[in-house]
């Protein structure tokens, strides 16, 4: 099946720092990545989405200048953190579209802590 | 998207069959029903999808009414692994997804 890996799985930072978080498509090139957010007891948050090569589209209320994404090629996307603050404090999630079926498949999420 | 609408909650008795229903009264001709689960902590699981006609995999089962707006995703043997929060997504292939609230399905010994 199709695999999309995370990392890291977990992380601490303190306030003011930048976390890089780093979604992989280990079996498939992936044409389309999604990155998500879920805070606790409340479903995924769509962030942003990203296509290899270009400019990553983000959703109303998301500020691209804090979370930056890159998707350097068709495995590989990440997603920054930059400045964190505790509010960022949350799960994040990608999900890659695998080209020839379309479906999504998602990591496993990072959890991310700001103290 | 077309939205949709699930239970909060379900129970189940382990080694029943679960039954999770989903309404989709505004759905597009083209957009596909999705079903992914999400097990505490971990990322969404896919499980199946169908436009019409009802699929079958080694997970579950999708059942489609004629009209499509509503669906029902089968598990036709519950186990306690199967606790999770169930997640029907229609959507238009390649599109992003958008998640509602999901059902929590909690199965029982």
């Known amino acids: 099946g199709a695999v999309v890996s995370q990392h890291p799985s977990w992380v601490i930072c303190k306030s003011g720092t930048s976390v890089k978080i780093e979604c992989r498509s280990l079996d498939f090139q992936a044409t389309t990545m999604f990155w998500y957010r879920q805070f606790p007891k409340q479903s995924l948050m769509l962030m942003a989405t990203?296509?290899?090569?270009?400019?990553?589209?983000?959703e109303q209320g998301v500020e691209k200048d804090k979370f930056l994404i890159n998707h350097a090629s068709l495995t590989l996307s990440t997603l920054t953190v930059t400045s964190a603050h505790p509010e960022d404090s949350s799960f994040y999630i990608c999900?890659?579209?695998?080209?020839?079926?379309?479906?999504?498949?998602f990591g496993p999420g990072t959890r991310l802590l700001v103290l | 998207d077309a939205k949709t609408t699930q239970p909060t909650s379900m129970d189940c008795a382990e080694g029943r069959a679960a039954n999770l229903p989903c309404n989709h009264s505004?759905?597009?001709?083209?957009?596909?029903v999705y079903w992914y689960r999400q097990i505490h902590s971990q990322g969404p699981q896919y499980i199946i999808h169908?436009?019409?006609n009802n699929e079958t995999n080694e997970m579950a089962s999708l059942i489609i009414t004629e009209d499509r707006k509503s669906s029902t995703l089968i598990l036709p043997h519950a186990t306690l692994r199967d606790t999770a929060v169930y997640y029907c997504i229609v959507r238009v292939s390649n599109n992003d997804m958008r998640f509602g609230a999901g059902t929590r399905l909690t199965v029982k010994p």
């Open positions: 999900s890659a579209n695998r080209a020839v079926q379309e479906t999504q498949y």
């Open positions: 990203s296509n290899e090569g270009s400019k990553a589209t983000y």
């Open positions: 169908g436009l019409k």
């Open positions: 505004t759905i597009s001709g083209n957009e596909y």
